[in-house]
């Protein structure tokens, strides 16, 4: 499958295939340039699909405005100047009534492989996957200007996100979120850049959460924030979870 131009998305495109690859020519995206008045809405959706490749991802959603800081430093006047650089309020992130508006969501399935790519303006998160999905590569995929989070991962397993950069998040870059029936395990971050949320660049809790994380592995995170929001992990998933620093 060729993806080949600008193409409007007008309703939610659901792919349920197995063993298909799928290539976005350069200059090619998804794109829609209005908000949709509905809480779930995806630029693309994988459903119970298997062995499927993405080369080149590409993602234009209509939240321009999570791409709008309340506050921008103004350029410091010389060496001496300490100005704090940090723009430190997205002015229209995280709103409930379009928290599932995602990029692409790949729900339940395996062998989903993401090859290059950006996400760009959507209310909800960048990439969002659940369902009880596995054995899934990201590679190398950028989010920008996502109203909730960067990535989700909710109660998947087996799930490496390698490389990329992930910036200006209206609440987190990477939430964890196991469900009531389903563990996040096995899910290994590797060397992302980390830019601009805020809140909580990672986390791993909440009030309805259910402890069941195995093995999550942030490695060697970049971080591009002067003044990063601190992790924060459930105090019964902390010896599971390891960020390990440059």
């Excluded at 992130?93 to 290059?116: L, P």
């Excluded at 369902?131 to 990535?151: F, M, P, W, Y």
């Excluded at 389903?182 to 601009?196: A, C, K």
Aim: charged share 15%; proline share 7%; glycine share 10%.
């Amino acid at each position: 499958v060729t993806v080949d131009g600008k193409l409007k998305m007008l309703k939610v495109p659901t792919i349920t295939a197995s063993g298909r690859v799928i290539n976005f020519k350069p200059g090619s995206a998804l794109v829609r340039s209005t908000r949709p008045e509905v809480r779930t809405f995806q630029m693309l959706k994988l459903l119970n699909s298997t062995n499927i490749t993405i080369n080149n991802l590409q993602i234009e959603g209509p939240n321009i405005k999570v791409c709008d800081f309340l506050y921008i430093p103004p350029p410091p006047t010389g060496p001496m100047d300490l100005t704090d650089q940090t723009p430190y309020w997205i002015l229209e992130g995280y709103d409930r009534n379009y928290e599932s508006q995602h990029g692409i969501e790949i729900y339940g399935g395996s062998g989903i492989t993401i090859n290059g790519g950006n996400v760009y303006g959507m209310s909800g998160d960048g990439i969002y996957i659940a369902g009880q999905a596995q054995n899934i590569s990201i590679k190398n995929v950028s989010t920008l200007c996502t109203g909730r989070s960067s990535i989700s991962n909710v109660g998947s397993s087996n799930v490496t996100v390698t490389g990329g950069s992930f910036n200006r998040s209206g609440y987190w870059i990477f939430n964890v979120e196991p469900d009531v029936i389903s563990s996040v395990s096995n899910y290994l971050i590797d060397r992302p850049t980390v830019g601009h949320s805020n809140f909580r660049w990672f986390f791993s809790s909440g009030p309805y959460y259910s402890c069941l994380v195995t093995n999550v592995i942030v490695y060697k995170p970049i971080l591009q924030d002067i003044n990063p929001n601190h992790p924060l992990t459930a105090e019964c998933a902390q010896n599971q979870v390891h960020i390990i620093y440059q």
